[in-house]
């Protein structure tokens, strides 16, 4: 049996929970996940700016901090911070951890390979809208393919203590442990599925163990001290989910459910580099407090076709807020959203969209929100986008001047105008597999 | 007997580009052939109203008791695109707990 345990579930998770699991009890494998959607092409943004930069900037500080208990208890790091600069992000663990031997996996940038790609007839349709990527060419800022978990196993196979690698399916990482010690094939259709199940659990981190949790949210214990996931994974794929002890949290059937849930499409095809998994087939049990087994997944063939994340410019966008207190302050709020809509015509100025929310009253569940009635306060919030920054910039300074030009009882606008914001979008797509060609490097 | 979903399930929602999707999870083995019946995708899409411009598909999952929704363009754009407060739908989730079910008193004997 060997531990894997996951101590962030994003960029930006809690900084103390890789730590904590490594100092909390035994574990053998830790795993990070950096990197959602868009993150790649921030990072991208980072690299142009600076050859150097360009990969989750808090792991080599991290890996520095844990570096000597890691040696000491034998610890393995795999985690997909090198964003879209692995070897600059290697090179910076080696300079924080210089005890460390860290490889990197590369192969996943397919940023200067697009245009081959076109001229070979790969349409990169979108899989959401099917538009042919041609149509955003120009735009494009970032573009990777997601590697499944045996280039990463092949890693940990030349006994790095630290394995970096940048766009990868995320559960990927924690199958990627059970493939290198449990000698796993790509045949192994049943087993791979179970490690990448177990990896979906984990791979949000304490979102499986009570975080985000809606069973009993009001007597979860200690959120402050939630113990991160942790798969405990036998060479047959059958796992236990848990935590260490004395951490706060919760690990039960229904909670992993709701993670198992979390994000997917058609459950009988989880679609992964590796395998592709049917989570109709997924056994729960629990077995004892914070221990749920997991057992019974199947799997299927690999697919041909490998999905890439690729990141473009889709204009800009802004949001301003004014609160309006009691009496009638959805009245006003609304009035308020009146005049602004009124002004920004008359300025003949053109938005793709804009949209209004009304905080205490529709913010969240818009039509399917329960009515309130006369409430206190009510914060508006006015939101465009459109691909003329002018024009998105020219709405920023329509919001403030509400306060004296319009309803009575405006406030709240203490942080000043609103900030223009890139809209960076995302485009899946498809690439066959045989054009991805990864490898492993050892960075000295 | 009209009551709402979150006497018989839980739930938790989440994103995939436009596609908000919610898992629904009986709270019981025996509550999910209530899920089967109530919860269907017509009933879905009207309850969230211009919130979800697209279709409502509904998948199966009888070994966990549960039920996954995708709500096709329920995102107005979907992750960075979208100018809602809840771009990835983490709410919707919870505003379906409020959706008002029909069961029978005998069907929730444990």
């Given at each position: 049996m060997i531990r894997i345990a996951n101590g962030q579930g994003f960029w930006g998770d809690w900084l103390e929970a890789p730590v904590r699991l490594v100092d909390g009890g035994p574990i053998d494998y830790l795993t990070l996940d950096?990197?959602?959607?868009?993150?790649m092409s921030i990072l991208q943004k980072q690299r142009q700016a600076d050859p150097q930069l360009g990969f989750a900037r808090d792991f080599p500080p991290l890996i520095g901090r844990i570096a000597k208990k890691l040696q000491e208890r034998r610890i393995k790091v795999v985690a997909n911070a090198g964003g879209v600069n692995p070897v600059a992000c290697a090179r910076a663990v080696r300079k924080a951890a210089p005890g460390l031997k860290v490889a990197v996996v590369l192969g996943d940038d397919v940023l200067d390979r697009i245009d081959d790609f076109l001229g070979k007839g790969f349409e990169m349709r979108n899989i959401d809208t099917g538009e042919p990527l041609a149509?955003?060419?120009d735009r494009i800022l970032s573009a990777n393919v997601y590697i499944g978990a045996f280039p990463l196993a092949e890693?940990?196979?030349t006994g790095a203590d630290v394995v970096i690698c940048g766009r990868?399916?995320?559960?990927?990482l924690v199958l990627a442990p059970m493939i290198h010690r449990f000698g796993w094939t790509p045949d192994d259709w049943d087993k791979l599925a179970s490690g990448i199940v177990a990896g979906h659990i984990i791979e949000c981190g304490a979102q499986c163990s009570g975080g985000n949790c809606q069973v009993d949210w009001q007597n979860m214990p200690d959120f402050a001290n939630i113990g991160y996931p942790i798969v405990e994974a036998e060479p047959d794929g059958g796992f236990v989910v848990t935590k260490h002890p004395d951490t706060g949290g919760r690990i039960d059937s229904h909670g992993v459910k709701e993670q198992l849930l979390y994000e997917i499409g058609d459950p009988r095809q989880y679609i992964?580099?590796?395998v592709v998994a049917d989570f109709t087939s997924i056994q729960l049990e629990d077995t004892?407090?914070?221990?749920?087994?997991g057992f019974g997944v199947r799997g299927g063939a690999r697919p041909p076709m490998l999905k890439a994340s690729i990141s473009y410019d889709a204009g800009w966008k802004a949001s301003g807020t004014l609160v309006y207190s009691w009496p009638q302050a959805v009245e006003k709020a609304r009035v308020a959203d009146r005049i602004t809509r009124q002004r920004l015509e008359q300025l003949g100025l053109h938005f793709d969209e804009i949209h209004s929310e009304y905080f205490g009253v529709n913010a969240c569940h818009g039509p399917a929100a329960r009515p309130v009635h006369d409430p206190p306060e009510v914060q508006v919030r006015i939101s465009v986008r459109g691909s003329d920054k002018r024009a998105v910039d020219r709405f920023t300074r329509e919001m403030i001047p509400l306060v004296l030009t319009g309803p009575p009882g405006g406030t709240g606008y203490g942080e000043g105008r609103p900030e223009v914001r890139q809209i960076v979008a995302y485009w899946p797509a498809l690439i066959p597999r045989g054009e991805i060609r990864t490898r492993v490097e050892v960075v000295e | 007997m009209k009551m709402p979903l979150s006497r018989i399930a839980h739930t938790?929602?989440?994103d995939k580009g436009d596609i908000a999707n919610i898992g629904v999870i009986a709270w019981l083995p025996s509550y999910y052939p209530i899920l089967l019946r109530e919860v269907t995708p017509a009933r879905v899409k009207g309850y969230f109203g211009e919130l979800v411009m697209g279709e409502v598909d509904r998948f199966e999952l009888?070994?966990?008791?549960a039920l996954n929704l995708l709500l096709h363009r329920g995102l107005g754009g979907g992750g960075t695109v979208s100018l809602r407060t809840d771009a990835q739908g983490k709410t919707l989730g919870a505003a379906l707990l409020a959706m008002e079910i029909d069961v029978d008193d005998g069907e929730l004997t444990d």
């Open positions: 950096y990197l959602a959607e868009v993150t149509t955003i060419r890693a940990l196979a990868c399916a995320d559960a990927a992964t580099p590796d004892g407090p914070d221990r749920v087994r | 938790r929602s989440g009888p070994n966990l008791h």
